[in-house]
Structures are given as structure tokens and as C-alpha cells.
């Protein structure tokens, strides 16, 4: 049975005072909360301070990015050891936002995923597709492309801590999200690429993830389908009312499952 886990992507939202005032609240809501698996992804500023608050909880701490070297000449940049340094647990690879505003390329996500996985921090590997592949009808084959390219060279033993996250871009801050159905089907084509290139076994162990416009409303639907296992949340994570009911609702709709 595949722990169910809830992200919440902050983006670039919230300066430290709002950060850490909702990290504490959200320790108080989820207290004593049979809450599956939920990570929060602050902006780097406010990692630290938040990683204090969370201590203890069940909360975990993920950064939304880095770099795949460990130090050196890297202006701006961000290592898998400092985020190790804090507390950081998880790590969004390749977000859309990333991909198309910022450059990274298949083989740049690859490289981050597989310095995550070997440094002992969780990459939550984005593929989706564009709303212009979507009409074109290459949705299975952007998908395909987007799961072969990040996980190359991620051997059996690291791929079953990686967690996927399908987003298609068209629905990432739109409030067009994709249908349960349709989320699913995307999910178990990312199931048949890992049982191609690994097996059955990790195919059915891999956590895979649906992200783009989740909200209170629809999160029942999205967890109700077999193959997703959870949700990367954007807006809806960055108040604590929001996020919070979609965490009770999903792991309510998964005990149900
Ligand atoms: P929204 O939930 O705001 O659509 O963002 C989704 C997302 O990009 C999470 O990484």
C-alpha cells in the first residue's frame, strides 16, 4: 500500500513573519491528525526558520529546487547539502514554472533528480504536458518523454523513493483541472513507463502524485482514483484553512479506497 503524501509548493509567496506563522498553524491543525505523508515546499529564505517550527511534528520540509553539485562556483544557487543542513527532506525537480521560465532542460532535471536520490533528499520529479501538446494529442508521449528523460541512470534501489508529480501545465494556476479520470490515465501510462524501464514491482511501489488547480473541492475526486497516490498543491497550500481540508479530505477519500 502506497503511503499517500500531500505537498504544499509555496512558490515565491510568503515573506518569513507570514512563512513561519503558517507553518505554525499548521502544526496545531494537523496535530494528532492521521495525515499520511505532508511536505512543505517554503521559498530558501524562510526554510530555516520554518524547518524550527515544524520540528517535531509530522510535517516534513522539502525546498523548491537546487543545485546538483555540493559547492563551488555556482552564483544564486542552492546545494543538496545545505538543504540537508536544514532539515530538508524533499525536493521539487523540474516544476513547469522551472522548465519553461528558467531553461531546465530533461537532461538539467535528470542531473537534479539523481543528485537528490543520491544524497539521501526525496526528488519530486514534475512532468505535464502543454495545453497546445494536450490539443495536439501528445500528452502520452510528452509525458512518456518528460519520465524517461528525469530518471536516467536512477538505479531500482533510488527510483522507489522518488515521488512523480503529474501537472499538466494547462492547469497550474488556472482553475482548469484535469478530470479524475483523465489524471488517471495519465498516472497509470507513468506507471507503464516505470514497469518498461524498471519493472512491475517498482511500478506499483512508485508514489505518483496529481498537481494543477487542487482545491478543498475537488481533492475527493482526485483521490479516489486508483493510481494517484497525492497531491502538489500551489495556491490552496499557502493558507492554512485551504491546505489543511485538503489534507483531511484526501486521506478520508484514500481510506476509502
Ligand atoms: P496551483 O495549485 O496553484 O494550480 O499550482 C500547482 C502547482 O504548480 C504545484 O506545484
Known sequence: M??????GNWKMNLLLEEATHLALSLVRELD??????????????????????ISGSSIRLGAQN?????????????????????????????????????????????????SAVSKGII???CVGETLFERKEGKTEEVVRRGVEASLKGISREEIV???????????????????????NAVHRL?????????????AQEVRIQYGGSVTPENIEGIM????????????????????????KTAMKARSRK
Open 123 to 125: 526528488p519530486i520529479v
Open 224 to 247: 479516489k482514483e486508483p493510481e494517484i497516490d497525492g497531491a502538489l498543491v500551489g495556491g490552496a497550500s499557502i493558507q492554512s484553512g485551504s491546505f489543511v481540508k485538503i489534507i
Open 161 to 183: 523513493k522518488v515521488v512523480i508529480a503529474y501537472e499538466p501545465v494547462w492547469a497550474i494556476g488556472t482553475g482548469n483541472t484535469a478530470s479524475p479520470e483523465d489524471a
Open 2 to 7: 502506497r503511503n499517500p503524501i500531500i505537498v
Open 66 to 114: 537546487m543545485h546538483w553539485e555540493d559547492r563551488g562556483a555556482y552564483t544564486g544557487e542552492i546545494s543538496p547539502q545545505f538543504l540537508l543542513d536544514i532539515g530538508c527532506q524533499y525536493v521539487i525537480i523540474g516544476h513547469s514554472e522551472r522548465r519553461q521560465q528558467f531553461g531546465e532542460t530533461g537532461e538539467v532535471v535528470n542531473r537534479k533528480a539523481k
Open 190 to 202: 507513468i506507471r507503464q513507463v516505470l514497469t518498461h524501464l524498471y519493472d512491475e514491482e517498482v
Open 32 to 53: 494528532g491528525i492521521e495525515a499520511g505523508e505532508v511536505v512543505i515546499c517554503p521559498p530558501y529564505t524562510s526554510l530555516s526558520e520554518v524547518s524550527k517550527r
